[in-house]
């Protein structure tokens, strides 16, 4: 398959799929998560001794998913303003959404996706945001 992107700055997938496909001028990335790409963990978790879940930090986890988006984009040759469109799932909407929010206006004062909020029951690890965006490369005039 043509135009597969692993980035070695962002986590690893935690399933069979690449973390981007770009497909002529789209690129399309898969959810990414706010996993650490140094060693898997999520920033601000915090577990019990059995790896029970206890609290997360939602303004830690926001500023790695940014982070790792923005890894998946560069290794991709896009850049943060080529972002087109940002789907957001959250765990605990009524909890998260302001913060959320708050740190997603801070990365995203020139560029200005289309964004749409979802509140979910789960993620597939224990994290609490994932984003699934869509970027044009080059004039997307």
Same mark, same amino acid.
């Given at each position: 398959?043509?135009?597969?992107?692993?980035?070695?700055?962002?986590?690893?997938?935690?399933?069979?799929?690449?973390?981007?496909?770009?497909?002529?001028?789209?690129?399309?990335? &898969?959810? %990414?998560?706010?996993?650490?790409?140094?060693?898997? @963990?999520?920033?601000?978790? %915090? @577990?019990?001794?059995?790896?029970?879940?206890? &609290?997360?930090?939602?303004?830690?986890?926001?500023?790695?998913?940014?982070? !790792?988006?923005?890894?998946?984009?560069?290794? &991709?040759?896009?850049?943060?303003?080529?972002?087109?469109?940002?789907? %957001?799932?959250?765990?605990?909407?009524?909890?998260?959404?302001?913060?959320y929010n708050r740190?997603?206006?801070?990365?995203?004062?020139?560029?200005?996706?289309?964004?749409?909020?979802?509140?979910? !029951?789960?993620?597939?690890?224990?994290?609490?945001?994932?984003?699934?965006?869509?970027? %044009?490369?080059?004039?997307? &005039?």
């Open positions: 398959m043509t135009g597969i992107v692993h980035a070695k700055g962002a986590p690893g997938a935690v399933g069979a799929y690449p973390h981007a496909r770009r497909v002529g001028n789209l690129l399309f990335l &898969s959810g %990414v998560g706010p996993r650490q790409p140094e060693d898997n @963990s999520v920033p601000g978790n %915090v @577990s019990d001794a059995d790896g029970r879940l206890l &609290s997360y930090d939602i303004e830690a986890q926001c500023r790695q998913v940014f982070a !790792n988006v923005r890894a998946v984009l560069e290794a &991709s040759g896009a850049r943060w303003q080529d972002l087109v469109d940002v789907t %957001v799932f959250l765990t605990d909407m009524q909890r998260d959404f302001a913060t740190v997603y206006a801070e990365h995203f004062i020139d560029a200005q996706p289309c964004r749409t909020t979802l509140g979910i !029951n789960a993620l597939p690890t224990p994290i609490a945001i994932e984003l699934k965006c869509i970027a %044009v490369i080059g004039d997307p &005039s």
